[in-house]
């Protein structure tokens, strides 16, 4: 189902929250047109944000995108705007968002990642500056996945962005593990499947699965042995 929007009704409503934001010290363009007038778009950008800049665009056809463009690693958003309403909170939650996303240099440790036995859909786990960051795939990922990730050793790392509080609040098995928050870990192998278990400072515990043939473990063990010493079992 597609909706019709009144793009002038929500331009002028635009034109407001864009004054409150340049009122806030953020860099933003004024309510753009593209050619064919069927597209409303606005640039916006600030010292504070991570990454450069953020366009949000809003079709006649009552679609709507979200850009954080970072400079390797763009992240898109696709949203159905049914009424003024719905952009009001849509222009909220983009800005709130881009406050929030991070752009780092990060490592794919392994693409079979899950969080236990129990838990049969993969996931992508990243070995980032300050932990780990285990975001769900899919099942159609998962069924790939049984002929290989494909990751190797030498797998470099790469932009990655993302914003921490939506990638928790997105599905409960998705982690995001400090480094700092570590007392104790162990990793351990096997024929199959290989794994690591995480003790935190307030009391919580993860637990961590993924292919054999993937790189993770000895990556894991090179990145946490400096830091956590004897308290990392290997």
Known sequence: MTYDMDLNTAAAHLESRIQGWRAEGMQVSDALWAADAAVLEVRIASPSWQIPL???QLYESGHARALFLSP?????ERHRIPSLDAWSTMLTETVTRAARVRHTQARLLTRTCTTGWL???H????????????IRSGFMTTLANGHGSGLTAQDPYRPLTYDPAT????????KLIPFAGMAAARLHGGVTTSGMEVAMTDGTR??????TLDPARRLLRERLLPLLGTRLTH
């Open 123 to 134: 996931g992508e786990l990243w070995l980032l500056p300050e932990g780990l960051l285990r």
């Open 72 to 76: 390797a690693d763009p992240v898109e």
């Open 167 to 174: 990638v928790l609040a997105t599905h409960p098995t998705n």
């Open 206 to 211: 993860h637990k961590l699965l993924w292919a």
């Open 119 to 121: 838990d049969w859909i």
């Open 54 to 56: 953020t366009v949000i």
